[in-house]
């Protein structure tokens, strides 16, 4: 008799992946390339404190992560002293161009399901080229960062380990191949981006044995130099700023000098959250996810939890979540959007110092790979920023000149009676926001160390109607999320990115534990010996 058979579910990945969290007493720093987190960590053994770390480590990722973060992305970041309740925010998030002009995003009149589902302008000069460049601030925001909270460490030592890393090239292993590739189609179109991420016109490919080798980003190196010997402003001011500038115009872009030289980052108060138990939560507030974050704290309150997470606690954050998106999104004509199908392009940074200082700092470059164009004079990767704002003129979060635009990003820190005791963040878009809070429930609520907390399954919610739920969830749980409808059960692998990557680092007994997202191969927590 013929076997009656129905395939089962595909599932790429059919082995159980762990990450090992770090411990010690003299600082950790969390990232998404371990590299980049070593970087920060020969800091803190240099004398310098978690602003002097997290500076080095955001400017080695620029080397190693390209897709992510850069000299051409934008951020926020959560400084957190030792022994103060509240943090300071450090914004240097996306702005237009003063010369952006909404003439210059004409509408196809079909809908665009990239990032956001925002109506198609033609040829995609929103998403990818010249006319998708917002201000590159993340140089402006590193420098704020280690002239006000730093310890005065000379420059040189910060640029050192993203030099030497620059100088070695982006390792060629199969999760750059993967990375490249997810961005090929768009490269192509940008000569040199196409010269450095395309070798003979095809994305790299690791070599079946031996080492993978390394591959030169452009004048990334000498810009770094550069800013090493002539300072931070020289990006804004400088030589470097005459080549951005000389560049992005014969691209026909709108980026200009005074765009650069007015570009400076901004430190304000944090938005404080009540946590249940009289801790504290500080988020960056403003345009990033951290006021959606207070309205899910604010209701999952009233939920009083029980030992362990289980089906009527996914069940109530699923319904929250979906409350507070739609509340999120009125009237910026992305209330029916589905989940971002596409591949977001941030990265997330935690550290913490000897004294107990902790930074929580997410950079972008938005998509992955940003705009795709490095621009030639300079080696930078510029950010597609102005796909932030929705290109429907009049709009609520509609293109205009010097405008800030909503987005995600959502670095946090946790305090009690004796200060900082927490500090997280995540990349991935809309799914930050539910990353986030459930490593915090997790955490705090569930009492889970740090270990627990990474590899346990989660949800995501990126909108007002949809759950998104890790198929290794106990039964129960997922048929309750069934039944509130809009389920999607999925995998939780390198690719597709259905969740997004948090790392935290929290103070444990007389030291501290960090831990980097499960999925992400190259990161990792980092403690300083």
């Known amino acids: 008799m013929p076997i009656s058979y129905a395939p089962p579910p595909f599932t790429t990945q059919h082995w159980q992946v762990t990450k090992p969290a770090a411990r010690g007493g003299r600082g950790i720093v969390a990232s998404q390339s371990r590299a980049a987190a070593e970087a920060g960590v020969a ?9 002097d770390a997290a500076v080095a480590t955001a400017f080695a990722l620029a080397a190693m992560e390209p897709w992510n973060s850069g000299l051409g992305g934008i951020g926020f970041a959560l400084v957190h002293r030792a022994g103060s309740p509240t943090a ?42 010249p006319l998708s460049f917002a201000i590159p601030s993340s140089v402006a925001g590193y420098a704020a960062m280690a002239e006000r909270f ?50 003979d016109g095809l994305p790299p490919v690791a070599p079946y044995q031996g080492a993978p080798g390394f591959r030169a980003l452009g004048r990334l190196a000498e810009t770094l130099e550069r800013l090493r010997d ?36 901004r430190v304000r108060p944090a938005l404080s959250i009540p946590w249940r138990g009289g801790l504290t939560l500080q988020g960056a507030g403003g345009l990033t996810a951290a006021p ?38 009125t009237g910026l004509g992305a209330a029916t959007a589905p989940p971002e199908p596409a591949e977001t392009c941030t990265t997330h940074l935690t550290v913490v110092d000897a004294e107990g200082n902790m930074v929580a700092m997410t950079t972008t470059l938005l998509s992955s790979m940003g705009s795709r164009v490095v621009l030639p004079g300079s080696g930078v990767l510029m950010n597609n920023g102005m796909m932030w704002f929705d290109p429907t003129p009049g709009s609520a979060n509609a293109i205009r000149p010097g405008a800030r635009p909503l987005c995600n990003m959502c670095p946090v820190t946790v305090a ?21 809070y459930q490593m915090l429930a997790f955490a705090l609520d569930f009492g889970m160390a740090p270990e627990a907390a990474a590899h346990h399954p989660r949800i995501d919610v990126s909108g007002p109607d949809a759950t998104t739920a890790d198929r290794r969830l106990p039964a129960d749980t997922l048929a309750a999320l069934e039944a509130q ?14 969740f997004a990557c948090p790392n935290l680092i929290v103070r444990e007994g007389g030291g501290f534990a960090g831990i980097s997202d499960v999925m992400t191969p190259w990161s990792a927590a980092v403690a300083a010996r």
């Open 230 to 265: 002539a300072g931070w402003r020289d990006f804004y001011e400088g030589e470097i700023a005459a080549s951005i500038v000389a560049d992005v115009a014969a691209m026909g872009g709108r980026l200009s000098a005074a765009d650069l030289a007015n570009c400076q980052a």
């Open 485 to 498: 409808g809009g389920l999607t059960t999925v995998e939780h692998a390198v690719l597709p990115v259905n």
């Open 150 to 199: 730093g310890s005065g460490m000379a420059l040189a030592e910060l640029l050192g380990p993203a030099i030497a890393l620059a100088r070695r090239g982006l390792p060629q292993d199969w999760y750059t191949t993967l990375k490249v590739a997810n961005s090929a189609k768009v490269l192509r179109l940008y000569p040199e981006s196409a010269r450095i991420y395309l070798p």
């Open 88 to 129: 300071e925010v450090l914004d240097f998030g996306p702005v237009a161009p003063a010369a952006s002009d909404p003439a210059d995003y004409p509408l196809t009149g079909r809908m665009k399901q990239d990032l956001f589902a925002w109506p198609e302008v033609e040829g995609d000069r929103n998403i990818h080229g």
């Open 416 to 436: 009690d009676a004796r200060g900082p005791l927490m500090a997280l963040g995540a990349s991935g878009g809309r799914r930050i926001l539910a990353s986030v």
């Open 292 to 329: 959606t974050l207070a309205r899910v704290v604010e209701e999952m309150a009233r939920f009083e939890p029980g030992a362990a997470p289980d089906a009527a606690w996914f069940s109530a954050l699923s319904k929250t979540m979906r409350a507070a998106y739609a509340e999120r999104l």
């Open 43 to 51: 800091v803190l053994e240099a004398g310098g404190n978690a602003a």
